[in-house]
């Protein structure tokens, strides 16, 4: 019974997602980011999907080491890329794409460095007349996190994302479905794949469980749970030295074990490597957006 | 007790040889009257430097403040250098292809949005990648096509599979003219990969060796190359057949895991090797005209960065963490971004 309270509730929410538009949005048809996620394309045609704020357990006492300890977060709204970035998106503002599989322009980027997936940021953020968010003048670009540009999700954004109010380790129940979710390990063929093709998590997003792994903001620090701050954090300082940038989600190469949503993992950079071969890296956006401007968005 | 004079040159034999081990290999390039052009960063600028052999006597050949050279490819007569001009900041850089008299005079741009030139046997064409997209990427194989600018007229014409190349970089004319050798990294079907493609067809062989950065013998016999970010090798290769093949690597230059070795190249009678050496980093953004990147990419700041000489002649593997001066010639020293050497023979004096 309880199971099917929560597919009915999901199933309201997926509808309210997929509502087509009818005319030209207006404050008065545009979806309210507080009733749920409530998907909307921006001005360079990407779709994308508002995130409402919430609270949530962060982290699984259960997981690996570097997960616990379980805490609360609060998340501000936000509003996450629907799909992975692709070698299609890479093209339109004029970066080369660095993929290993590029037989498609819709399947993911990988091999992208860190701070190329944050210059693909800016530049889709100058495109659309957005004040980008990273400062590409200081070593790390750091990222003004007030600006209404594109940037990477925090790890605490990614995962609130991902769980999309769930508690368990995948947001759809038990690792027996991931295969209708993602592509990993077990059903990938060893390659990524044009995004979108499997089901979405319950607030509408693809491929968060497999095809690429996506780079977050934050310093990768396995300890870092025990002293995050409890409302939108943003990571630990950069130690200087042999920092890591945390990567989350599964990819075509991951067990069921390392698809959950709560699974870390941390990522050198590539900052120094003319060639990056990790074929797993890629990313996708997100940006604020306040309720008047969403409210002009086109909904999709 | 008879005295044979023999006994004691037999006797001396060992110091002897110790002493020719122990020669300082610069010594050697002291009697080489071929050249080495590079690029440098001085006066918060990009300028193309010339050296004699031993490093001695540097000269800067460009002297302009307000635009940035790099790449320097001397033509194989040796009468002229290729080489890029950066104007212009961010992706708003345009990159455009120069050639000048190998004294730095009469320089003239023969294309924009050009970069990574190699020069024709015949010194009357330089081969030339356009960049990938209007925009400016710093990253060395944002190219797209491949294009061939006649000296003599300044035409531009396409590769006949002009269409099919994308993100080539370092290309390298072989001397007998068939193929041009070129690393592809996410193109054309390729991971990454040393390709040999066809000048005149729509040939292309994949070498199979690993890694990066080609640069073929000026006597056609050798190809040199990085197989990584601290080695560079040099095989044997048959360059004049239709199915080009790459021998075994004869010689392994290696370093230790902090430190990088690039752009190799060889001397005109392909004797020598002269190569980039320094730390790991990713430029600095405080200095004008550079980007962040890899260090070793054309336009990014690569801080105590010197170019090295080694001998061509020997086999195995040198390690340049225990080799000795007779080993290596330090040929430059400041440290200051010195990079993208191109070995040439001067014209004789009319």
């Given amino acids: ?300 | 007790m008879k005295f044979n004079p023999l006994s004691l040159v037999l006797a001396a034999l060992p110091f002897c040889a110790n002493a020719f081990a122990a020669e300082p290999l610069v010594n050697q390039l002291k009697t080489q009257t071929a050249k080495i052009v590079y690029e440098t960063y001085i006066n918060n600028n990009w300028e193309l430097m010339l050296m004699n052999a031993d490093g001695s006597n540097p000269v800067n050949l460009t002297q302009s403040p307000t635009v940035h050279e790099h790449y320097p490819q001397v033509s194989p007569d040796g009468t002229k250098i290729a080489f890029s001009v950066d104007t212009g900041e961010g992706r708003d850089t345009v990159r455009s292809l120069w050639v000048m008299d190998s004294d730095g005079k009469n320089r003239r741009k023969l294309a924009d949005g050009a970069r990574e030139p190699f020069w024709a046997p015949d010194s009357k064409t330089i081969g030339f990648l356009p960049q990938e997209f209007a925009k400016f990427a710093v990253i060395d194989y944002s190219t797209k096509g491949m294009s061939f600018c006649d000296l003599a007229t300044g035409k531009i014409q396409p590769h006949p599979n002009s269409e099919k190349l994308h993100h080539l970089y370092n290309p390298t004319w072989a001397p007998n003219g068939k193929w041009i050798a070129a690393t592809v990294h996410a193109g054309m079907g390729f991971d990454h990969a040393i390709l040999l493609i066809e000048r005149n067809g729509t040939n292309i062989f994949n070498t199979g060796i690993p890694g990066c950065r080609p640069c073929i013998s000026p006597d056609g016999k050798e190809i040199a190359w990085g197989p990584g970010d601290h080695e560079i090798a040099t095989a044997p290769v048959d360059l004049d057949s239709d199915h080009p093949t790459v021998g075994p690597r004869r010689l392994r230059i290696t370093t230790n895991k902090e430190t990088k070795i690039y752009h190799v190249d060889w001397s005109p009678k392909s004797d020598f090797l002269s190569i980039s050496r320094g730390p790991e980093s990713d430029g600095d953004l405080t200095k004008p005209g550079t980007f962040q990147s890899a260090c070793e990419i054309v336009g990014v700041y690569a801080k105590d960065w010197n170019i090295i000489a080694v001998s061509a002649k020997r086999n195995g593997v040198l390690d340049l963490n225990s080799a000795t001066d007779a080993d290596v010639a330090q040929l430059t020293k400041d440290g200051s971004s010195n990079k993208e050497s191109d070995w040439f023979q001067p014209p004789a004096k009319k």
């Fill in chain 1, 1 to 300: 019974m309880k199971n099917l309270l929560i597919a009915l509730l999901a199933a309201l929410l997926l509808s309210a997602c997929g509502k087509a538009p009818t005319s030209e949005p207006t404050a008065a048809t545009a979806p309210v980011k507080s009733d749920g996620p409530a998907e909307f394309v921006t001005a360079s045609g990407i779709e994308m999907v508002l995130l409402p704020a919430g609270e949530f357990t962060m982290g699984a006492d259960s997981g690996n080491p570097d997960e616990a300890p379980a805490h609360r977060v609060k998340i501000s709204s936000f509003a996450m890329d629907k799909f992975e970035v692709t070698g299609e998106m890479m093209s339109k503002v004029q970066l080369p794409n660095p993929s290993h599989w590029s037989d498609s322009p819709k399947k993911p980027v990988e091999r992208i460095r860190w701070r190329d997936a944050k210059q693909f940021c800016n530049e889709r953020s100058t495109a659309e007349g957005l004040k980008p968010c990273y400062n590409e003048k200081t070593p790390d670009w750091d990222c003004d996190y007030s600006a209404s540009g594109y940037r990477l999700p925090t790890e605490a954004e990614w995962e609130y994302a991902c769980r999309a109010g769930a508690k368990e380790a995948y947001d759809f129940g038990t690792p027996d479905k991931l295969r209708q979710f993602g592509w990993v390990a077990e059903n990938s063929e060893e390659k990524t794949h044009v995004v979108g093709q499997k089901k979405p998590n319950r607030w509408g997003l693809h491929d968060l469980y497999g095809n690429v792994s996506e780079w977050c903001e934050d310093v990768y620090d396995p300890a870092y749970y025990k002293t995050s701050p409890a409302q939108d954090p943003t990571g630990p300082p950069n130690p200087g030295k042999d920092v890591q940038r945390v990567m989350r989600g599964g990819s075509w190469k991951s067990t069921p074990e390392m698809a959950r949503a709560t699974f870390r993992t941390g990522q050198k950079t590539g900052n120094t490597d003319a060639c990056f071969y990790t074929d797993y890296c890629g990313f996708r956006c997100v940006r604020r957006i306040a309720p008047e401007e969403f409210a002009k968005l086109k909904p999709k």
